[in-house]
Each structure stands twice: as structure tokens, then as C-alpha cells.
């Protein structure tokens, strides 16, 4: 799980900065595969879940659905400053509350990662998946 | 008695799944890594390969609330169980042809079908709607490429004489004649199919799919399907080397070029093409490559009936 980290991309109603900085993630110039990084296209396949976006009324039964499909241990991501704490959004009429709180409602266990910025830089998301994963 | 453990040692450890994986897994690495070269990135470490099986069997199993279980957990080990037995036929035909051995061609064409067969049965019984649109476009395009894969073969056992025989097959350099390579040209580009590799991974299309096929698969289940996927990238290009290359041994260097030559083709194949549609593909199957063979088959009964051999 250390060495290799398989991962699932969940927007949940974010702006589309975050995702772009996560795509740059692949690109030549950042090259997560040298750390056995790998985005996969379904959750059953993924090791962790990068969350964007602050979790709408709309999003947030998917996620959670998204969570319970990824077979665990996995670890959760929440990637810039909507998805670490509603950012800008703060008491919005469409929010569903922080992610972080949601979904420990819904698995006491979860394991969360935050990565705050907006956007957060490439090398910022590779520092805190280095962290997280060197603290399991 | 000592028989028995001897073929079992045969089918597990040495030239079977032990040997097969660690050796399929080292090519799998190749694919990743040579494919970031050309994309001028790093690329994975060595052993990355290794860490990713060894992650995916310490991890929970899920089995859709829907699917039909038993079908759905047998289907890895029937594919696997294939490609075991092809690998294991083809080493032990290729290292020790002196012994007796029914190395027929036809079982090998068999037993390559199973890995797509147990593909299209555990992602329809994954009772999924992304698997199962996978599933369809595994099932066209295995009745695409079977088609010209067989014509293939043909051309190669009318030019050794008529001969079913692999061991006999592999003691001749069939490519270096129009028909052959012909033969070898179409028979690469169904391999390429045969491994769902770009421009043929049409079933698996994780841009449109969602990993299409293997979709519904976690945990240990899908560690069986990589590997069966890493052991395919070994014995598809070795049976490819046995056929049209001139066999494997007896030096093995030659054989280890051979195998890597073919490997790097299928590499750069698949780094240099979009994936194209599963109706685009169908028709390069049956149009173009089954013309092609069409011509090759033609060459090589003209080039035997009248021992021009370069034909």
C-alpha cells in the first residue's frame, strides 16, 4: 500500500482548479508513476480517493456511496480548501456540511488526509500522500 | 509417483506459474517503463509490479450485491488456468523439444481464447452496466481477431509442409518470406488485440469504461487478473517467436533478443496510436488483415507447389 497507491478521483462539486492540479500530477514534469502512483477508473481498483470540491446536497450520497465501494483499507484525500473545510463556501445553501465530518459519520475509522490550498500545488499533493502514507 | 511430482514441479515452479510470473512481471515492468520513456517521464521503479500484486492480495475482496458469486470468483482462475497451461506447453516445447510432447498448434490456438473467454464471463456476471458493455466489445473483438489469427497459422503450416507439430514448426525462420511475414505482420497486430493493448484495449477503455471489463474486481480477484494479464505478455510473444521466429532455444540469447524484439514492437505499437472503434477495428480485422492473409495463403501454396521458398 506504501509503494504502490492506486488512486480514485471524486469531484464533488468543486470549480475544476483542484482537478486540473491533479491531472498536472501526471504530466512528464511531476511523474507520480516513479512512486507507484496510479490513477484507475473505478473505486473497486483504488487505495485512496482524492476528493475535490466541497461536497454539495448532491454529491456528498454519491461519495459516500464511492467510499463504501472502495475496498479498504483505504485512505481518504480531500484535496484543497473547499474539500478540507467548505473553504469559500462556508454555510452555503447547496453544501452538505465539511467531508470530513460526513464521512466520519458514516465510518468512524476513515482514515482523511488534508491537503489545503486554492488550488494546491502538484508538489503539495505529492508531500502530503508521502506523509500520509509514511504514518500508517 | 516421482512422474506426477515431477510434471507438477513442471507446471508450478519451473518453466510454469512461478517462473511465467516473475518473468511476466518483469515485462509488465518493461511496458510501464518504456511507455514513460516515450511520454519523457521516469517511470515506475523496478519492482513496482511486484509491490502492486503484493497490495492488491492484502486487500479486502468485494463482491457486487448483484453479481452471480460463484461464476464471478471462478472466472479469474479459468482464465489463469489457460494461460498457465499455454506458457507451461510452450517453455517445456521450446527448451526441451526432443521429448515427446503432442505440441499441437491447435491446442495452443485453444487455449489462447480462454483468458478472453473467462473475461467476457466474470464481467458479465459482474452485474454492471460498464462491465457489461465491456464484455460486448471483448466478444466482437475476439470473433475479429480469431479470424485472421487462424489464417495466420494456416499460412505458417502451409509453408513447413503441412506439419501440426509446434516443435516441428519452431525449427524453421518462417518470416523471412513474403507470405510469412505477411503471416507475422497481421498475427502481431492480433496479439496486440489479444493482450487489450492500445490501439485494441476498445473492451478495457478507461477513458470511456471505466476500466471496462475488470471493473467490479478488487482485492485479491483482480491480482489473479494482472497476473494473468503479465503471464499473457510472456507467452503470447513467445508462441509468436516459436511460430515465425524460429523457436526459442537452443541459444538462449538469441531467444531472450527474439522475445524482447517482439515485446518492444508491441510496446512502441501501442505508444504510437489512438484507440480506434470497435466498428473501425472489426473492419481492419476482416477487411484488411483477412485480405492480406487471403494474398499470404495464395504466395505460400504457389511458393511450395513450385519450391520458390521466398515466397
New interface residues.
Partial sequence: ?K??PWVFHVNTGACNNCDIEIVDLLT?RC?V??L?VKL???P??A?ALLVTGIGTRQAMPRLLEVYR?T???CVVFLIGACACGTGIFKDAYHGAGPIDNVLKQEDPNAIIAYVPGCPPKPEAMISGVVKALSTL | MIDALLHLFWILIFPGFVFTLVIGLVASWVV?KVS?KV???????F??PF??IM?LL?????VPKDAQRTLFMSAPLIGMAGVLLLATMLWRISLAPERLFVGDIIVAIYLMVLPSLALILGSSASASP?ASVGAAREMKMVMGYELPLVLAFVVIVIKTGGTLSLAAISSNVTVLSISGFLAFAVALLCMQAKLGFVPFDIPEA??E???GV??????AL?AIWQMMQAMMLIALPLFLVMVFLGGFGPNVWAGIGKLVLILVIIILIKNTNPRVRIDQAMKFFWQYCTLALVVAIALAIIGTSTGLSWL
Fill in positions: 500500500m509503494k504502490s512528464p511523474d508513476e516513479r507507484g484507475v477508473g473505478s473497486r481498483h487505495d465501494q475496498p479498504k483499507p | 510501464r514513460a511520454q519523457y517521464r521516469v517511470g515506475p521503479p519492482l513496482q509491490y502492486d497490495k492484502g486487500k479486502e475482496t468485494l460498464h478507461e477513458t469504461l471505466a476500466s475488470l471493473m467490479e474486481y478488487s482485492g483482480l
